[in-house]
């Protein structure tokens, strides 16, 4: 029998707040219901976390296989499964993880095949102003009460439409410190077509699966109308009316249906202010 497991919505189109201890051994019944919950919020979050990396691995993967993520310089050492997102940099001057994860609105691992069914970001050191306010925020959009306010005209459209998805195009911020991608890495991700309406493998419900840049044409269609119908879906799932807006704190885990939602990481802070992450993503089926 499932333990009772306090849970907080939050004020806004998605997000919850679960009170458990992660560290603790997590029995069948008990992880179904925080499974439940998950698919109910789209995206949750456990505070006051104090995670090993074998426990945030293992808890990931009762989500199911993961992913060793394309920038393989990034991964945590002895734990592959682990992407560090850092602005930290070593003694040689280089970055020790991804520096600008998530600073356009994306979800995460589009471009595959098999795209993520969810990702899993533990908060090691999060950055402050000169008062002490937490910086480096990270918004969530969404995407199925966004499709849900669509009109039925444009329903009836999106109907069966594929959007083309092109992980070299992802939009990066001016600047970007990460790598160029190499040839190799290139090879290892064509170009994928992806429902725009997609359904959620286990609640069955509808939502836009777009991202402007990313996703470089739709089949079918003229690439000038397809452009432009690809970014009037992604201005209007990151409608502030569809957001929630996660405000970071040491210790938490935060986790995200890719299936039903995009984010935005805010950059509003710099070294010395330093934010070190883990994150930990989840392969997911092939959409339709």
């Known amino acids: 029998m499932a333990m009772t497991i306090p849970v907080t919505k939050c004020d806004a ?14 029995d069948e019944p008990t992880f179904r219901e925080i499974e439940n919950i998950f698919h109910d919020n789209i995206v949750v979050f456990f505070r ?20 060793i993520h394309i920038v393989k310089k ?4 002895g734990y592959p499964e682990i992407l560090l997102v850092s602005n930290i940099k070593n003694a040689a001057g280089d970055h020790i993880g991804l ?18 069914r969810c990702s899993l970001l533990y908060a090691k050191e999060v950055p402050r102003d000169a008062d002490g306010a937490v910086l480096g925020d990270t918004v969530f959009a969404n995407c199925i009460a966004a ?3 669509l009109p039925a005209t444009m329903k009836l459209r999106l109907e069966r439409l594929k959007a083309i998805h092109r992980y070299s195009s992802r939009r990066r911020i001016e600047n970007s410190p990460r790598p160029k991608l190499t040839a190799a890495q290139l090879a ?12 959620h493998p286990y609640t069955g419900r509808k939502a836009i699966y777009v991202t402007a840049g990313e996703c470089v044409g739709i089949e079918g269609m003229p690439d000038d ?4 119908l690809i970014a009037e879906l992604d201005s209007h799932c990151v409608k502030p009316e569809f957001c929630y807006r996660h405000h970071w704190r040491v210790g938490d885990l935060v986790m995200w249906d890719n299936a039903s939602a995009m984010h935005l990481a805010v950059c509003d ?5 330093r934010r070190l992450m883990h994150r930990t993503t989840v392969i997911g089926g092939i959409p339709f």
């Open 188 to 199: 290892e991700t064509p170009d994928v077509a992806h429902p725009i309406v997609r359904t």
């Open 269 to 273: 802070y710099a070294l010395p202010q």
């Open 225 to 228: 109308e397809a452009l432009g």
């Open 99 to 116: 520096a600008d994860a998530g600073f356009t609105w994306h979800s995460d691992v589009s471009y595959r095949k098999a795209p993520s």
């Open 13 to 26: 189109a998605l997000g919850a707040e679960i009170a458990f201890d992660l560290s603790q051994p997590i």
């Open 147 to 149: 499709y849900e306010a």
């Open 74 to 77: 990034y991964l945590l050492p």
């Open 48 to 67: 006051g976390q104090n995670l090993t990396e074998e426990q945030h691995i293992a808890f990931s993967r009762r989500f199911g296989e993961l992913e």
